[in-house]
């Protein structure tokens, strides 16, 4: 996956031309409740209302979702809050439109055989801790509970190395990884990586600059789209995760019910009861940029408020 | 003393060589033409026990194994291996010591002295025939057969490794077979002379045309040399229009 | 002198194609025709080749190692079958297209099981090398194996010479032209193993793709092919000296 990934972010390097009839939307993992407000939008005929053709994408391990955006192979992308600001820093203007999560649901997953009670006991101990290397969760991890006594090694995504294995660890969302160790029969705990301090906002719609300034009433009209379709979806998750199911026969339907549940806190907060789902303020951002920057993956700043954008 | 009875050799449903009923005495200097394809090879292999008569077919001999020598058309050398280390194989292959005494007599022989080391690839045609014949001769054969070796060469050439051919006969006393398209070098060589037929081979005509037995340069030039090169050349062509 | 000289032309000739199109790569990016985001300055390349030489060195003397063993172990077992098959035929009709598999497989679909047989680090890679260098010198060994003059083995059997003689004297030598050339396309091969291992199993060259590649750093994924593509370039080279040596001596 990864090598296709490098291809394909090479392929795609000399610009874009085309200009499809369809919007795309490309995720960056497969269909699981994480997009399912996405889903449910198409379902419920809510881009249609909207007069626009929309494409989801559904991504992988290492789907190039950023280099996506640049080369304008999609014009909304799914990612982290935290790749949006290290895409400024490296010269290319994405706007975030969107976050469905408002607190990060990473986790790193350990064998409960092994009688962690904290973050801190998974670091401080050997054994192997699956983690993508370089991201900027890693990071600040690695950074916080230095010294680092776990072998770090590459994260590709499943979990079947966890299954077999008492000694290792990796990073996983609660809402999804935890749950699927869960029904495999794995006794597993899960350790909150927003406990950390670490808490980007994750699967975030974005765009590219140039195309919101170009285009403000179509990624308006996307917008309320979106919002339609998490509205039904919180409400309802059984129509669009029989649909997503389809997509990604990997997960269960058990399962699919489970996590549409478990990450209702992580999408309705406070904040977004406030402010609307998806929402964002400037002060999350500006913790963002300073966290990436401590842990030094950028090197000069990036004014919060040009990550994102509040369109009404 | 080689017999051979009702010798036939087919390749996949098509005939090939035979039936061929043939005597040949020790001593005897038996020279072979025939068309392309007539299976004159096929012929010298089941001779050398490389190949087999079909069924029906029976090779009697009293030459004991191994104690053949074969020259192919091509001299088919080691490249990896120098002039010496070509030549000492059928040793190698025998299980016998070279005696170096032995190796280089037979090298100065024929006229490599000076090349032992040499490589292949360093070497002119005729000088690699000459290697070629060296190693056949190593193994101290009683018979040797010889598969249209010298049909690459230039004329000079070609005709000195015949004279060669001949000291080497007498001095070793051999019994030799050789296949040749020439019909001229077939009557100046051989002792008996056989016209095979197109495929499949048969024996059309043979000949033991009355020359002495030390061979000059001037017999090419006597009129019973003509007369029997255009004897057998008729038989060939008619041979070869037999097919068609 | 007229040889000399000719290298020199050769050279030369070689080294425009590259200048006039780094240069022009420069130029657009300096001049924003090139998404730099996308497509790094050969400047920008240079730079982070420079700036993290230490980090960039040691993943290529990583990436290195894991393919030279990968490469050896494919050696070892390519020849050791190469061998049997030649002598052999029922042992050959009956494993070959497992051998076969391994030419067939793609090597990143299996990856991630290697990492469970053989664990994350160098052993992973090595494996991920082996598999993939693994075919090109079975065949090219039974290629020259199978490819002694039927004459000469004709003369062989005329002199009764029994199989092991055969291979020997006569199948070894003949085969070292076609074994080396599956040699030569296996060592390029083990780079390109060594890498896909490394993105799932870590170190090298692979790691330092994978990690830019999440940082977004293109400067450095382009400094990182650039020494993989240097590598095998490297590996190619040397075996190519040999093969021609090997040619010189041996015909």
């Known amino acids: 996956m990864k090598l296709f990934s490098l291809g394909l972010f090479l392929v795609t390097s000399l610009g874009a031309f085309a200009a499809p009839s369809d919007l795309r939307l490309t995720l960056n993992w497969k269909p699981e409740p994480e997009f399912g407000g996405f889903y449910e939008a198409e379902r419920i005929g809510a881009f249609q209302a909207e007069k626009l053709a929309v494409k989801i994408q559904p991504g992988g391990a290492g789907t190039p979702v950023p280099q996506m955006l640049a080369a304008g192979q999609t014009e909304f992308g799914v990612l982290g809050a935290d790749e949006v600001v290290t895409a400024r820093a490296r010269g290319l203007d994405l706007v975030s439109l969107f976050a469905v999560y408002q607190s990060s649901p990473h986790g790193i997953l350990v064998r409960e055989e092994r009688g962690f009670k904290t973050l801190a006991d998974v670091f401080g101990h050997e054994g192997q801790l699956a983690i993508q290397r370089g991201s900027a969760m890693a990071l600040w991890l690695e950074k916080k509970y230095a010294p680092v006594k776990v072998k770090l090694v590459p994260f590709t995504g499943g979990i079947a190395p966890l299954l077999k294995d008492v000694n290792y660890a990796q990073q996983g969302f609660v809402t999804s990884e935890s749950l699927l160790a869960k029904r495999q029969g794995a006794a597993v705990r899960t350790f909150l990586v927003s406990d950390s301090g670490f808490d980007p906002y994750l699967a975030v719609v974005a765009v590219r600059g140039d195309y919101l300034r170009k285009n403000p009433e179509l990624v308006k009209a996307m917008l309320r789209a979106l919002n339609k379709g998490w509205v039904s979806y919180l409400k309802d998750p059984a129509p669009a995760n029989l649909i997503m199911g389809k997509l990604n026969p990997t997960i269960d339907a058990a399962t699919f019910a489970e996590s549409a549940k478990v990450q209702i806190p992580f999408i309705e907060t406070a904040a977004t009861k406030k402010s609307g789902l998806g929402s964002m303020t400037v002060e999350r951002w500006r913790t963002l940029v300073e966290q990436l920057r401590a842990v030094k993956i950028i090197d000069k700043d990036v004014s919060p408020e040009s990550c994102f954008a509040t369109l009404k | ?244 | 002198m007229r040889e000399g000289r000719t290298t020199i032309v050769h050279t030369l000739a070689l080294m425009v194609p590259f200048l006039v199109g780094t240069g022009f790569l420069e130029l657009a990016s300096r001049a924003g025709w090139v998404e730099s985001y996308l497509l790094p300055a050969p400047s920008a390349v240079v730079g982070t080749l420079w700036t993290d030489r230490v980090e960039f060195l040691a993943a290529f003397q990583d990436t290195g190692y894991s393919a030279l063993l990968g490469l050896g172990v494919a050696v070892a077992i390519g020849t050791l079958l190469a061998l049997v098959f030649s002598l052999s035929e029922w042992l050959e009709r009956a494993l070959y297209p497992y051998a076969l598999f391994f030419q067939t497989v793609p090597v990143v679909a299996v990856a991630p099981l290697l990492v469970i047989w053989f664990g994350f680090g160098r052993p992973t890679v090595v494996a991920s090398s082996a598999i993939v260098a693994f075919f090109p010198v079975l065949a090219g060994g039974l290629a020259g194996l199978r490819s002694a003059e039927p004459s000469l083995m004709d003369l062989f059997r005329l002199y009764g010479a029994s199989r092991g003689r055969v291979l020997v004297g006569l199948r070894i030598p003949s085969a070292v032209p076609q074994y080396l050339t599956g040699l030569r396309i296996a060592a390029g091969l083990a780079i390109v193993g060594a890498l896909v291992g490394e993105f799932v199993g870590g170190g090298g060259l692979g790691s330092v793709v994978d990690v830019a590649k999440t940082q977004q750093r293109v400067d450095k994924v382009f400094g990182a092919v650039l020494l993989a593509t240097l590598l095998g370039f490297l590996a190619t080279l040397v075996m190519g000296r040999v093969e021609t040596w090997a040619r010189r001596r041996l015909s």
């Open chain 2, 1 to 244: 003393m080689l017999e051979l009875e009702s010798v036939r050799r087919s390749f996949s449903g098509r005939e090939i060589l035979g039936p061929v009923r043939l005597r040949i005495e020790e001593g005897d200097f038996v020279s072979m033409v025939g068309p392309s394809g007539c299976g004159k090879s096929t012929l010298l292999r089941i001779l050398a026990g490389l190949d087999e008569s079909d069924v029906g077919g029976r090779l009697t001999s009293s030459f004991l194994p191994r104690s053949t020598g074969f020259v192919f058309q091509e001299s088919h050398l080691m490249p990896w291996r120098t002039v010496e280390e070509n030549v000492r194989l059928p040793l190698e292959l025998l299980g016998r010591k070279a005696d170096p005494g032995r190796v280089r007599e037979l090298l100065e022989l024929l006229g490599l002295k000076g090349f032992e080391r040499h490589r292949p690839r360093q070497l002119s045609g005729g000088m690699k025939m000459r290697v070629s014949l060296a190693r056949a001769l190593m193994g101290e054969p009683r018979l040797l057969l010889l598969d249209e070796p010298f049909a690459a060469l230039d004329e000079p050439v070609r005709e000195a490794l015949d004279d060669e051919l001949l000291r080497l006969k007498r001095e070793m006393n051999l019994t030799v077979v050789f296949v040749t398209h020439s019909v001229a070098e077939a009557v100046y060589l051989g002792s008996r002379v056989l016209v095979f037929s197109a495929r499949p081979g048969r024996i059309i005509m043979e000949r033991s045309p009355n020359f002495p037995s030390e061979r000059t340069a001037l017999l090419r030039e006597t009129p019973e040399f003509h007369r029997e090169t255009r004897l057998l050349s008729r038989a060939l062509r008619a041979g070869y229009e037999e097919a068609l």
